[in-house]
């Protein structure tokens, strides 16, 4: 069983930044693949980033590629993502989730987190 936390999440002018933590509890994030995900109030969680477990390889939704950055130090069995150019439409809960694979969908990921709160104002 993993147990994930989020935090880093908060109110932020458009263009700002923020960094987003995972931190993770009962079982090593080394042998999972990580992702991240958002969801506003009446829509479908939606696909943010994913990273395979080396950190080798990572994968973006088009809405956030070259302005979003995963990464994660297994040695501290965190992951992070990196929010820059932040827009209004970026206002979502954020999940950390853990997955045997590196996947774009949702039902791949065994663990979640209780989310984050970013809200970013225009």
């Known amino acids: 069983q993993v147990q994930l936390v989020e935090s880093g999440g908060g109110l932020v002018q458009a263009g700002g930044s923020l960094r987003l933590s995972c931190a993770a509890s009962g079982r090593t994030l080394s042998k999972y693949a990580m992702g991240w995900f958002r969801q506003v109030p009446g829509k479908d969680r939606e696909y943010v980033a994913s990273?395979?477990?080396?950190?080798?390889?990572?994968g973006y939704a088009d809405s956030v590629k070259g302005r979003f950055v995963i990464s994660r130090d297994n040695a501290k069995n965190t992951v992070s993502l990196q929010l820059d150019s932040l827009k209004p439409e970026d206002t979502a809960v954020y999940y950390c989730?853990?997955?045997?694979?590196?996947?774009?969908?949702?039902?791949?990921?065994?663990?979640w987190g209780q989310g984050t709160q970013v809200t970013v104002s225009s």
């Open positions: 990273i395979t477990w080396s950190g080798v390889s990572t």
């Open positions: 989730a853990a997955s045997n694979y590196r996947s774009m969908l949702k039902g791949r990921y065994d663990y």
